[in-house]
C-alpha cells in the first residue's frame, strides 16, 4: 500500500482515501466483468437471428465490448498497484497525482498535466 505522505495537501491521499478508492476499483472490477458477460452472451444469442441483427447494432456491441474490456484492464492495473504500492503515482513523471483526479478517476495512470501532454500528441 502505499502510505507515503506529501507536503502538498492536493496530493496526499489518507488511509480512508485509499480504502475508499480500492473499494470503488473493485466494483468497478465486478461491474466490468458481469457487462462483458453479459455482452458475450447477448452475442452468443443473437447469433442464432444473425439475419435480424443491423450492422449498427454489432458495431455498437463491438465498441462497447472493447471499451469495458479496456477499463477493466485499467482496474486491474490500478489494483495492482495498490497491491505493489505505487498507487497514485504518475506513470510518467513519478509525482503524485492529486488526491481529487483520483477521486474521480481511481484506475488513472497519469497525473493531469502529463495526460494533458499524451492527449494532445498527435
Known amino acids: 500500500m502505499n502510505h507515503q505522505t506529501v507536503d502538498n495537501r492536493d496530493t496526499a491521499l489518507s488511509l480512508d482515501d485509499f480504502v475508499v478508492l480500492r473499494e470503488n476499483l473493485r466494483e468497478q472490477l465486478l461491474f466490468r466483468r458481469e ?49 505493489q504500492g505505487h498507487y497514485g503515482i504518475c506513470h510518467l513523471c513519478r ?11 481511481p484506475q488513472a495512470r497519469y497525473c493531469g498535466r502529463c495526460q494533458h501532454v499524451r492527449e494532445a500528441r498527435p
Open 35 to 83: 457487462q462483458l458477460r453479459q455482452l458475450s452472451e447477448a452475442a452468443t444469442r443473437a447469433d442464432a437471428f444473425l439475419d435480424r441483427r443491423t450492422a449498427a447494432q454489432m458495431e455498437v456491441r463491438v465498441k462497447l465490448t472493447a471499451s469495458a474490456s479496456m477499463v477493466l484492464t485499467d482496474v486491474e492495473a490500478a489494483l495492482a498497484r495498490m497491491d
Open 95 to 105: 509525482r503524485p497525482m492529486a488526491r481529487e483526479q483520483l477521486m474521480i478517476v
